[in-house]
């Protein structure tokens, strides 16, 4: 396979599939395959890196299983605990970061799902942001339902994020407390409600290259405009506490690879920027052009300033949104 002539194809307009013979990518030499995905993300996506932050709404005791999770109740990792925050609270948190220059702001909630009282706040909260903040507002509540959905559009949120998290054949060896179905039920929701899609996945977890390779090719499918990319931290007290923590190497193929398969997406590097020591300046350059950021200030690279620093000097523009 010619990589550089690939690349140009997909400029082009070509686009992978399942029914292609991929197995390149696991062997291509990864300096040529790097070149190439960023050449896609210049010519295809532009210069524009998309900037999010997280906030933790509700953190700990989720009754869901997920292996890799520090938040599951079934896990041991003595995380963080508290309940739903309050809308003045958050307010407080997102004008800090859209001062920053944040083009995205998304409220997590720990748990299967938010109903009821919950709701209500998280409802009223999102209102209170999109009336005092010039912000994206991206919601990610677990597994909600259509009216929920509905109500969540109204208040002036218009990004969901439900990653997949791996491939079909591997997710239950991942979560076995909700599917794989439910997962691709939750986008179609969102898609109806109008919003954008932020889903992606964690590499790390034990999977092969094929089930990277799956992943990639179900979120092209699915059409999905924001992927976020994480590489697993392992944490003491999950199942997945032990496994050895990836490669530069191995991050940079993988999210390349990505590139290939999503030409259009924001390719969105989320955890495990952390691994490279420079604050993950080849991740840019080889077609990552989004990123959670926040005040993480021990972690180089993760701090807005740093980050909104780094991607400039490296000519990246930052003043528009998604």
């Given at each position: 396979m010619e990589i550089q002539q690939l690349a140009k194809e997909i400029i082009a307009g070509r686009r992978l599939t399942r029914?292609?013979?991929?197995s390149f990518f696991e062997?291509?030499?990864?300096?040529?395959l790097a070149k190439g995905a960023d050449?896609?993300?210049?010519?295809?996506?532009?210069?524009?890196?998309?900037?999010?932050?997280?906030?933790?709404?509700r953190a700990g005791r989720c009754s869901e299983n997920c292996k890799f999770c520090a938040q599951?109740?079934?896990?041991?990792?003595?995380?963080?605990?508290?309940g739903m925050l309050e809308p003045e609270e958050v307010l407080a948190d997102c004008k800090k970061r859209e001062a920053a220059g944040v083009h995205a702001y998304?409220?997590?909630?720990?748990?299967?799902?938010?109903?009821?009282?919950?709701?209500?706040?998280?409802?009223?909260?999102y209102a209170l942001l999109h009336k005092e903040c010039d912000i994206v507002l991206c919601a990610s509540h677990g597994l909600i339902t259509k009216e929920a959905f509905k109500r969540l559009k109204e208040a002036g949120v218009t990004r969901y994020h439900a990653n997949i998290e791996t491939s079909e054949r591997n997710f239950p060896n991942i979560c076995t407390t909700h599917t794989y179905a439910d997962k691709i039920k939750e986008i179609q929701l969102a898609k109806e409600a109008g919003m954008v899609v932020c889903s992606g996945g964690i590499i790390g977890m034990g999977e092969t290259w094929q089930d990277r390779l799956d992943?990639?090719?179900?979120l092209a499918e699915l059409e999905v405009e924001?992927?976020?990319i994480n590489a697993l931290i392992p944490v003491k007290g999950t199942p997945l506490g032990d496994l050895p923590p990836l490669t530069e190497d191995e991050i940079i193929r993988t999210v390349a690879m990505f590139r290939y398969m999503n030409p259009t997406a924001y390719i969105r590097m989320a955890a495990g920027r952390n691994y490279f020591s420079d604050g993950g300046r080849r991740l840019?350059?080889?077609?990552?052009n989004a990123t959670i950021t926040g005040d993480m200030l021990t972690t180089v690279g993760n701090n807005t300033k740093q980050d909104m620093e780094m991607l400039t000097d490296m000519g990246f523009d930052l003043s528009t949104t998604m």
């Open positions: 029914d292609d013979d991929l062997n291509a030499d990864l300096e040529e050449a896609i993300r210049e010519a295809l996506c532009s210069n524009h890196v998309d900037l999010c932050t997280i906030i933790n709404g599951s109740a079934h896990n041991h990792t003595g995380c963080e605990v508290h998304s409220i997590v909630t720990a748990g299967r799902t938010v109903e009821g009282e919950e709701l209500d706040t998280l409802v009223n909260t992943m990639a090719i179900a924001s992927i976020p840019f350059k080889s077609g990552v």
